[in-house]
């Protein structure tokens, strides 16, 4: 089978990049080194994949779509060695994939599952040492976004509290096979080093972010009623009658350190 027979399919968010300058963008940012192991979310038809491994040699890639396994195996047979795993990267143990060597992820992410998969990198973030996605640029906007941005929220708190965040560059909807209603975008996400994050108990910090952005017009005493009081909103040093799009990351975590009473 190739790929040419492939059909898109719509309920996997599929849209396959076929720009050749864009992908060209991509590798240079992400700048592969010799050692580095480098893993691929959704490889689709290879438009990243075979480059990659021209230039690396080796790569893991981790596939749902199980109609592009053939092709994509036989695509990359003269190029370098592809180990692909046939799975929902949802599913996927990134801290058992990487088995104490930090991981490269990179992908363009199926823009109806780009949160869930952000999210599940997050959990790993102590096995992966640079992520590099392609995503829709509002979803890119959202996770770079300044406290007193419309769209700075909950992806933007939880996503800087652990990572570097850092948008590379944009891509039109040309650069796609169907091309997306909508812009994307590349980003670069950096995990912290462990000591740099200062979050004691993860739980705790997204069950308080996660009410704080609840209802985005509450201030913070109504919002986290059932989380944190007013005098543990004061002691963090913030203002109770502020709302959450006002509070800096560090605030956030000032907070979900403190003691709950």
């Known amino acids: 089978m190739h790929f040419h027979?492939?059909?898109?399919?719509?309920?996997?968010?599929?849209?396959f990049l076929h720009d050749h300058?864009?992908?060209?963008?991509?590798?240079l940012a992400v700048a592969p080194k010799p050692g580095d192991r480098i893993v691929e979310i959704?490889?689709?038809?290879?438009?990243?994949?075979?480059?990659?491994?021209?230039?690396?040699?080796?790569?893991?890639?981790?596939?749902f779509d199980r109609d592009l396994l053939e092709p994509l195996t036989a695509a990359a047979?003269?190029?370098?060695?592809?180990?692909?795993?046939?799975?929902?990267?949802?599913?996927v143990d990134f801290t058992t994939l990487a088995n104490g060597e930090p991981i490269r992820l990179v992908g363009?992410?199926?823009y109806n599952m780009s949160s869930p998969i952000l999210f599940h990198a997050l959990n790993h973030a102590a096995a992966v040492r640079d992520?590099?996605?392609?995503?829709?640029?509002?979803?890119?906007?959202?996770?770079?976004?300044?406290?007193?941005?419309?769209?700075?929220?909950?992806?933007?708190?939880m996503l800087?509290?652990?990572?570097?965040?850092?948008?590379?560059?944009d891509v039109a909807p040309g650069a796609f096979r169907p091309p997306p209603k909508v812009d994307s975008a590349v980003v670069r996400l950096v995990p912290r080093p462990a000591d740099r994050i200062g979050v004691d108990d993860p739980a705790r910090l997204a069950a308080v972010v996660r009410a704080a952005f609840g209802q985005r017009r509450k201030t913070l005493r109504n919002a986290l009623q059932h989380v944190a009081d007013?005098?543990?909103?004061?002691?963090?040093?913030?203002?109770?009658d502020a709302r959450a799009e006002q509070i800096e990351v560090a605030g956030f975590i000032r907070l979900a350190n403190l003691p709950v009473t």
């Open 21 to 27: 300058g864009v992908v060209e963008k991509i590798i």
């Open 77 to 91: 047979r003269d190029v370098g060695e592809l180990t692909l795993i046939a799975a929902d990267v949802l599913n």
């Open 42 to 63: 959704g490889p689709g038809q290879g438009a990243l994949t075979l480059p990659l491994l021209n230039k690396h040699g080796a790569l893991t890639a981790i596939e």
């Open 131 to 157: 992520m590099h996605f392609m995503l829709q640029k509002e979803v890119v906007d959202r996770m770079a976004a300044d406290p007193g941005s419309k769209v700075y929220g909950r992806l933007s708190v």
């Open 160 to 169: 800087q509290a652990y990572c570097e965040v850092t948008p590379l560059f």
């Open 230 to 240: 007013t005098a543990m909103i004061e002691a963090a040093g913030l203002r109770p």
């Open 5 to 15: 027979n492939h059909q898109t399919k719509k309920s996997l968010g599929q849209h």
């Open 108 to 110: 363009n992410l199926p």
